[in-house]
């Protein structure tokens, strides 16, 4: 079955509609061109089918014949896959299951099922486990052994508390001991290592492609020296791996560990269903002809250093052969043909269904003008999908000023459901789909494709305004800190306490007269850094009142200025000026240009400068932020907003330099909205500066530079 003229943007609702209308008992298997699109589709087709259980299988994020290893994430992400197949060839498929790949994934070799090692350890509070035993098997499952966990992948061990940190894991867990037995389990925060909550159960699994045991090492230096010769046998790869180590890029070596490597393919139900995207076979010979060249340049180098000392023979590179390692694209097809296999193109083709979709053309106008453009000549109803509310208001509030509505719609389906194909209205989705298609019943335009912007992706930040453990590893013994109870003490160090059986990481400090304190990593809240010169600073004693004192008069004085800038609001509050019209098209296409996702803290200054000068008292906000934290892009949404509703904007700069560069920067950001920028400084012609301060008081020139006098 082969499905023609399907679109990118086309692409997941193609597939949603073959998975769900799907008669096939066994599993589906989706065919990528790379890991990136994969991601994408898996994101959207889960939009389109929320209930529905997906698998990735990526590519490795290494080049063929590379001395350093996957990453980790994506060799756990490859055999949780491995183990959820190995389930179904031992039980079947009981529930619809859709696994997603790459062309490059399927032209490398794994491990047989036969040969496969998936464990999986599941441990309780109140269990019985031999700690040791157990740090041994974190390690075989691939897991990282480190100082502090804060990465997916690794693992602390810090006395009687075991931290873990799995790739499947919201948050690392810390496994309390009492002896042997298991007292329990707590989430903690890895930035500060505080814990958060209670939870019931860990699970453990494998977590790599290679488990490596002893026995795995012998069978690994057996079959080396067969495929190199007994010189091999002193190689430095060899040697790390008998003593106990992970050789970075020892995966490059995988057919060495096992007896038979097999295709991802042979790990399928025979009455899988295979979808692909594109020529499987074109895409598959061009990574297998890859690897090959990569073999080829490998061998060359070992054939010149044939006769090299004895040191470069240890650390050369022997690479295994690439039939032992990679499939061809040809290969790859033959073996799709065995199952039910369907091909969908982006191309027109014979014999096929013809879906007709097609890309939008768009103009090389603004985009927002674009975006009304394409609604009012498209003889159709007309779904925008956007990535957020936020874009969605944006969108809105532009649209609504050219007279075009836009009826918002919980999802694309309830969207498709709510129009008929003679019809002329406009729905809004928010929603992961990333491009835009025009099918023979609407089309659908994405907000990524008009404005060039990546769809917003949420990321969740934890706030942590304390000093954390991170924080702690930064400083320098000697540093001051400033204790809430306690004033200032010298920082010491790290150091580890016995308390009531249990160790503890605590911050030691020194304060006068040689006392010391120690504060556990639970309560680095009552810690603040000392932010005035080290050489000025003198110890507070421990129990003396001189720090309470100080703190005292502290507030005094704060009380004194905060009752003088009360009276200074109040002055301004008597003050009027006029409103500024955010929702003026040319501004939100303005905001809209803007070619990063904003931080958290970024829109939130955007808010609240927006919310000052749409009101009709003067703004009184002091942006603090550090370099490269994005205060230049604030400014520029309050000189727009000024500037788009018809006033001057005059901005002071520290020095001339500052002045010279933020003039380049306001005028690649305001181009073709109209502007006129210029700048006065010493480096510019007095003659310039006439002509400046002259259109300025004609108001033609809409922003001056110029550096702070002294």
Not at 100 to 110: N, S
Not at 280 to 301: L, P, S
Not at 325 to 346: V, W
Not at 358 to 378: D, H, M, R, V
């Amino acid at each position: 079955m082969t499905l023609s003229n399907v679109k990118p943007g086309a692409l997941p609702l193609a597939l949603a509609d073959l998975i769900t209308n799907s008669a096939h008992a066994g599993a589906q298997v989706i065919v990528c061109q790379d890991n990136n699109q994969m991601a994408d589709l898996i994101q959207e087709v889960l939009y389109l089918m929320p209930q529905l259980q997906t698998h990735s299988f990526p590519e490795w994020d290494t080049i063929p014949y590379d001395r350093v290893s996957p990453s980790q994430e994506i060799m756990a992400t490859r055999v949780q896959t491995l183990g959820e197949l190995a389930k179904i060839r031992r039980n079947g498929v009981q529930e619809k299951k859709c696994f997603f790949t790459t062309v490059r994934a399927l032209t490398q070799k794994i491990v047989s099922p036969e040969e496969f090692v998936f464990d999986q350890l599941t441990l309780s509070p109140g269990d019985y486990c031999d700690r040791e035993k157990l740090i041994t098997q974190m390690s075989e499952l691939g897991l990282e052994r480190v100082e502090v966990v804060r990465e997916p992948g690794s693992y602390a061990v810090r006395g009687n508390l075991i931290d873990v940190y799995t790739f499947d894991a919201l948050d690392p867990i810390r496994i309390d001991f009492f002896d042997d037995e298991i007292e329990g389990f707590k989430t903690f925060d890895p930035m500060t290592q505080r814990s958060i909550e209670d939870c019931s159960s860990i699970r453990l699994g494998t977590a790599t492609e290679l488990h490596l045991t002893p026995k795995a090492a012998d069978h690994f230096k057996i079959k080396y020296i067969q495929q190199f010769g007994a010189k091999a046998g002193s190689d430095t790869l060899i040697e790390a791996l008998l003593q106990g180590g992970h050789p970075n890029g020892i995966e490059h070596w995988l057919p060495l560990f096992y007896n038979r490597m097999v295709s991802f393919l042979d790990w399928l139900p025979k009455e899988s269903e295979i979808i692909c995207y594109g020529s499987i076979e074109e895409q598959g010979t061009f990574f297998h002809n890859q690897a090959v060249d990569y073999f080829t340049q490998r061998h060359q180098n070992l054939t010149e250093h044939s006769s090299s000392n004895q040191i470069e023979q240890k650390n050369i590179y022997r690479p295994v052969p690439p039939q032992d390692f990679f499939i061809s694209g040809a290969d790859i097809k033959a073996h799709i043909s065995s199952f039910r296999a369907i091909n969908i193109l982006n191309h027109d083709a014979e014999p096929a269904i013809n879906l007709h979709t097609k890309t939008p053309i768009f103009s090389q106008k603004s985009p927002l003008n674009t975006l009304a453009e394409s609604i009012q000549t498209y003889q159709g109803p007309t779904i925008v999908s956007v990535g957020s509310e936020k874009q969605l208001k944006q969108l809105a509030l532009g649209l609504g000023s050219m007279d075009i509505s836009l009826v918002s719609k919980k999802n694309i389906t309830n969207a498709l459901k709510s129009f008929s194909s003679h019809e002329k209205n406009t729905y809004s989705i928010v929603s992961p789909l990333r491009r835009s298609f025009r099918s023979e019943h609407y089309q659908l335009l994405t907000y990524q494709d008009l404005f060039g912007i990546s769809q917003a992706r949420g990321r969740v930040k934890r706030s942590n305004k304390e000093i954390s453990l991170q924080d702690i590893n930064a400083f320098e013994v000697g540093d001051y800190l400033v204790h809430r109870d306690h004033g200032v003490g010298r920082f010491s160090g790290l150091v580890v306490l016995e308390l009531n059986g249990q160790d503890h990481d605590c911050v030691m400090l020194d304060y006068d007269e040689g006392a010391k304190l120690y504060v556990p990593v639970e309560n680095l809240d009552v810690l603040t850094k000392y932010a005035g010169q080290n050489s000025e600073v003198v110890l507070d004693r421990l129990g003396g009142t001189q720090w309470q004192k100080r703190s005292a008069k502290v507030k005094e004085k704060i009380f004194e200025v905060a009752g003088v800038l009360m009276q200074t609001a109040a002055k301004r509050a008597l003050v009027h000026k006029s409103l500024f019209d955010m929702s003026l098209p040319l501004y939100q296409e303005f905001c809209q240009q803007f070619p990063y996702d904003e931080t958290s803290d970024q829109l939130v200054a955007i808010q609240q400068v927006e919310d000052d000068l749409t009101k009709d008292t003067p703004m009184d906000r002091l942006i603090c932020g550090d370099v490269g934290f994005g205060k230049t892009e604030v400014a520029m949404r309050a000189a727009a907003l000024a500037a788009l509703n018809g006033y001057q904007v005059l901005v002071l700069v520290p020095t001339t330099v500052l002045a010279q560069q933020h003039e380049k920067s306001f005028q690649k950001r305001f181009e073709g909205f109209g502007c006129r920028i210029a700048q006065l400084s010493r480096f510019v012609k007095p003659a310039q500066k006439k002509r400046t301060i002259t259109l300025s008081k004609r108001a033609v020139c809409k922003f001056l530079w110029r550096p702070m006098q002294r």
